[in-house]
T-cell receptor
């Protein structure tokens, strides 16, 4: 299947600072990527849809000024958590959509653990 | 808003037992995917089903897609401890671009 890579896998930052997480599609071009947040033993919560060359579409309740998404190329989307606070600590996962055999398949990155201290 | 119900939410069984996880919606899926996720890792795609009535097998895992494309099930035969993980069903409704996820099933297989 398609490969999606996330970096960093783990990051610790101080409260009030910003941290950037990268999501790359390694062997295909992704016009659309998705960012999720996940709490332990829970399902994924879609935060936003990242569209190459245009603004991201945020889900209701997600602060777009806090979670900045940039999709400047067909293989890279970034999520920047600005002015991070301890409650932002979570597992963040990206995914990319691939059209295969006439239907969409979603492949996920490995996830990034963010700890805000 | 389309809802996708997944059950059971938690399942703890002994090694060697069989189990079934269900995924249901009141809306028709254009496609449905099953994922398995281990702690600290991203979900890994197990299968995609698109045709009503479709059955796919992946070793001891059998996936069924309902005839009306509103439900799906994952059956594991003779579970092993290595099957432990979070199983997620996720569907695409109509022409939507994103997945709608079920609540997940946390499976624990005891030795």
């Amino acid at each position: 299947g398609a490969v999606v890579s996330q970096h960093p896998s783990r990051v610790i930052c101080k409260s009030g600072t910003s941290v950037k997480i990268e999501c790359r599609s390694l062997d295909f071009q992704a016009t659309t990527m998705f960012w999720y947040r996940q709490f332990p033993k829970q399902s994924l919560m879609l935060m936003a849809t990242s569209n190459e060359g245009s603004k991201a579409t945020y889900e209701q309740g997600v602060e777009k000024d806090k979670f900045l998404i940039n999709h400047a190329s067909l293989t890279l989307s970034t999520l920047t958590v600005t002015s991070a606070h301890p409650e932002d600590s979570s597992f963040y996962i990206c995914s990319a959509r691939v059209l295969t055999g006439g239907y969409n398949t979603i492949y996920f990155g490995e996830g990034s653990w963010l700890t805000v201290v | 808003t389309q809802l996708l119900e997944q059950s059971p939410q938690f399942l703890s069984i002994q090694e060697g037992e069989n189990l079934t996880v269900y995924c249901n919606s009141s809306s028709v899926f254009s496609s449905l995917q099953w994922y398995r996720q281990e702690p600290g890792e991203g979900p890994v795609l197990l299968v995609t089903v698109v045709t009503g009535g479709e059955v796919k097998k992946l070793k001891r895992l059998t996936f069924q897609f309902g005839d009306a494309r509103k439900d799906s099930s994952l059956h594991i035969t003779a579970a092993q401890t290595g099957d432990t993980g979070l199983y997620l069903c996720a569907g695409v409704f109509g022409t939507a671009r994103q997945l709608t996820f079920g609540s997940g099933t946390q499976l624990t297989v005891l030795p």
